[in-house]
């Protein structure tokens, strides 16, 4: 199938590129997902609307789940580091008022620190805060908002059934969805190489930590305040 756009231009992407030529993570899906700051647009390889991301046939909780906290991100980065530095006409602008700028910068301590205390056993290595911020935006926005998109979808077209052998409600199946998106396989040195050089934390760590700042996801699963997907202290940016 034609790609639409795989954005070789793009430097994250030429990185991510790099990295699965020298063996890097392989995920259950093609990564062409791409947000094109100067264009102010996301770009999806056609390849990707089939499952486990998107099928018209199933459930959508599965969908947004999917699809949806995928598009959520690269919506998202138009809010981050880079996003909050050139404006909607893909120019360099300071388009946040100094109280967003304020706000933000507070904000992204928070996640700066989280993410900075995640450690890989494999590697023992701790992720690098800083260094994946804006892709923790990103996680973190996308599946606020495709969680928020769905129960508002779910308001106009009714409540949707489970899964045959599931015993999970359509609100749990939707977070399962969420968390499918993020199976991978990688070989311990290309692990620690993404953790060094990468903009992305490790597949497990971008769930670990969009989950658990995440309010709904601990009311769906009913964690209890305190544990560790459900910290009292959250970080949220948008
Ligand atoms: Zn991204």
């Known amino acids: 199938m034609r790609k639409l756009n795989i954005g070789f231009n793009n430097p994250k992407l030429a990185f991510l590129q790099k990295d699965i030529r020298q063996g890097g993570?392989?995920?259950?899906?093609?990564?062409?997902?791409?947000?094109?700051?100067?264009?102010?647009?996301?770009?999806?390889?056609?390849?990707?609307l089939q499952s486990p991301l998107f099928d018209i046939s199933r459930p959508n909780y599965l969908n947004f789940g999917g699809m949806g906290s995928s598009i959520g991100h690269?919506?998202?980065?138009?809010?981050?580091?880079?996003?909050?530095?050139?404006?909607?006409f893909g120019n360099i602008e300071n388009w946040w008022d100094r109280e967003t700028v304020t706000n933000y910068d507070l904000r992204k301590k928070c996640m700066i620190n989280q993410y900075s205390s995640f450690y890989s056993n494999a590697t023992r290595l701790n992720i690098k805060g800083e260094q994946t911020l804006s892709e923790n935006i990103?996680?973190?926005?996308?599946?606020?908002?495709?969680?928020?998109?769905?129960?508002?979808?779910?308001?106009?077209?009714?409540?949707?059934?489970?899964?045959?052998?599931?015993?999970?409600?359509?609100?749990q199946l939707f977070w399962i969805a969420a968390a499918q998106i993020w199976c991978a396989v990688h070989r311990l040195d290309s692990l620690r190489y993404h953790i060094t050089k990468g903009f992305h934390s490790p597949p497990e760590f971008r769930l670990k930590g969009s989950f658990a700042n995440n309010e709904e996801f601990a009311k769906d699963f009913m964690c209890e305040l305190g544990t560790k997907m459900n910290p009292v202290d959250k970080c949220s940016i948008w």
């Open 25 to 48: 993570i392989f995920y259950g899906w093609d990564f062409s997902f791409t947000y094109g700051v100067f264009r102010n647009s996301i770009q999806i390889a056609a390849s990707l």
């Open 138 to 171: 990103a996680d973190n926005g996308g599946l606020k908002l495709t969680q928020r998109a769905y129960k508002e979808w779910v308001q106009f077209h009714g409540e949707e059934d489970g899964l045959p052998g599931l015993n999970y409600a359509p609100s």
């Open 74 to 88: 690269e919506i998202t980065h138009s809010f981050d580091e880079l996003g909050k530095l050139i404006n909607k």
